[in-house]
Nanobody, 123 residues
């Protein structure tokens, strides 16, 4: 499985950005998918996750109510809609896929990683 993230860029505080992550390979609908982020000098942290069917989601407290994760299994794609962005959301964002199917909040719960995409939020 290969993952490729799209959609990063520069946004102003209060603005919105939508990230996409396209997956190759089979059985995408059986994978839990998640977004993590890593800011300079900080550890990679969980942002949001979604189970294979899309019925269950989980969010970090710092983004709950502002970010929405979704998926389209017919397109093998997972999305992260980020609204009301804050400068502290600035980071490299990574999508990840887990064969176990449940939404883990730690990086070790995921088996596949895409290359990151930079999101920069200016104040």
């Amino acid at each position: 499985v290969q993952l490729q993230a799209f959609g990063g860029g520069l946004a102003q505080a209060g603005g919105s950005v939508r990230l996409s992550c396209a997956a190759s390979g089979r059985a995408f609908s059986s994978y839990a998918m998640a977004w993590f982020r890593q800011a300079p000098g900080k550890e990679r942290e969980f942002v949001a996750g979604i189970n294979g069917s899309g019925r269950r989601t989980n969010y970090a407290d710092s983004v709950r109510g502002r970010f929405t994760i979704s998926r389209d299994n017919s397109k093998n794609t997972v999305y992260l809609q980020m609204n009301n962005l804050k400068p502290e959301d600035t980071a490299v964002y990574y999508c990840a896929g887990g064969i176990r199917g449940y939404v883990a909040t730690g990086p070790s719960g995921y088996d596949y990683w895409g290359k990151g995409t930079q999101v920069t939020v200016s104040s």
